[in-house]
């Protein structure tokens, strides 16, 4: 530990152009996805199709060498007199023609599947690409998750210090097996103890969803603020990153405050939950059927928790659309996923490869330049090991990669949003706040 200590505070300095490089590749990528977003996307569907036809192609001529195989050994047996045995050959066959039929079928299904929803997923392209000007264009808005993790942990040592004078406040008396006290509540200390629990995971989740609101605002100000249509004067020169957190502080915190609490109580069952799993792990080794409900219960916790922390997200960029409460929000949000599922899984599909992609490359890239200086150079020979600085750089970059990724699919969900309101917009009015990326869509829309 020492030795680590030592080797951190010589290399400081290089952990911290780590993390520099990571910045500097995330913003990079932007610029790659506004340029190749659509070339990527087509290749990789285009190698995922000419992939499963190949590979059924492989199967079926697998199976036609093992039908000449048993061709073959009967004839030999034929000639001989005997009875060949080609049970394997034949069983192996059988199974290569149904894996030939099936990887066939769904290839076929898949390219059915892209090519009848062609202009959506260039529609998800076209997202991308806006979504990566956005970010290229307010780079201030790489901070806002870093601000509002800083306003968070100030908030929970405030929440701390009070648990510990909550936890405090009672008859104390001398425990003998551990080193601190035992201390007797009354009652309405207990309660307020456990209900101040309680507030720090609200706490928590307000933060997460005061982010997505801040990130979901930035977006649409920008949005709108694209086109001929802008209005003059100051208002087309607002500042996206603090307009949004102007509409939070100052219009919103009452549907933020909601939303949050809706998390709060998710996670707030999932800890009992996974609280009364812990205490029966005796009764769970002796019965399967109570570990399978468990785990079971354990499974729709986690889905419905992503489905409320999916809706949230929804809801907040309904908010910042539309200036109405969280729940008319959160309808209208639901009603919309509904009408165009197709194009919020297209957008997650690839949407999150582009983002996982992301964060591999910023946490590689910047681990790899390190480990070059590190390993190539003679200016770290005094370190003792320099695979302790690389896994710090390792940890940060993956960090930067998740605040990246975390901004930039808010950002293309709230500018799908707002392409669904121009679309319902008369074509006169559309064509006036259309980003570039979006404008033959917008027209296309408007005449289906």
Known sequence: MRKWVEDLQECWYIILIGFCIAV?????????????????????????MVGMYLGGWLAYDTAVKYQSDIDAANTAATSAGTTAD??????????????AGFTWLSALIFTCVVCCNYHRIA????????????????????????????????????????????????????????PWS???WEQFTEGAFYF????????LAFMVSFNVF???????????????????GAKSKKNPCCTGYCWAIGWHMGSIAFGSFILAVIWAIQIIFAYLDRKMKDA???????????????????????????????????????????????????????SHMVDFTMLALIGNFFMYLATFLVMGGSTAIIWLILSQTSWFDSLSSIWFPLVIC??????????????????????LQCFYVLAALNGAEAQKYAPAELKDFVERAQKS
Do not use: M
Request: aromatic share 16%.
């Open 24 to 48: 500097f590749i995330a913003i990079l990528y932007c610029y790659f996805l506004r340029c190749c977003a659509g070339v990527v996307t087509w290749i990789i569907l285009l190698t995922l």
């Open 86 to 99: 080609t049970d394997d050959d034949e069983w192996n066959r059988n199974w290569f023609y149904v894996i």
């Open 123 to 178: 529609l998800i392209i076209a997202v991308i690409k806006a979504s990566g000007r956005f970010v290229n264009d307010n780079l201030c808005i790489l901070l806002v998750p870093v601000i509002n993790t800083l306003i968070a942990l100030c908030l929970l040592v405030l929440w701390f210090v009070g648990v510990i004078y909550l936890y405090s406040v009672g008859t104390i008396t001398q425990n003998s097996t551990y």
């Open 182 to 184: 035992n201390v007797a």
């Open 196 to 203: 101040n629990l309680f507030f720090g995971l609200w706490i």
């Open 214 to 232: 801040v990130i979901a605002s930035a977006t649409v100000v920008w949005f709108f603020q694209q086109g001929k249509g802008q209005e003059g």
């Open 284 to 338: 769970q080794a002796k019965n399967k059927c109570i570990e399978i409900i468990f785990k079971y219960v354990h499974c729709c916790l986690a889905c419905f928790e992503r489905l409320i922390q999916f809706l949230n997200k929804q809801a907040f960029i309904q908010v910042a659309l539309t200036n109405k409460n969280f729940c008319s929000s959160a309808w209208s949000a639901f009603v919309i996923i509904l």
């Open 394 to 415: 390792l940890i940060q970059g993956w960090v930067v990669g998740k605040i990246f990724t975390s901004i930039y699919l808010v950002a293309c969900y709230a500018i």
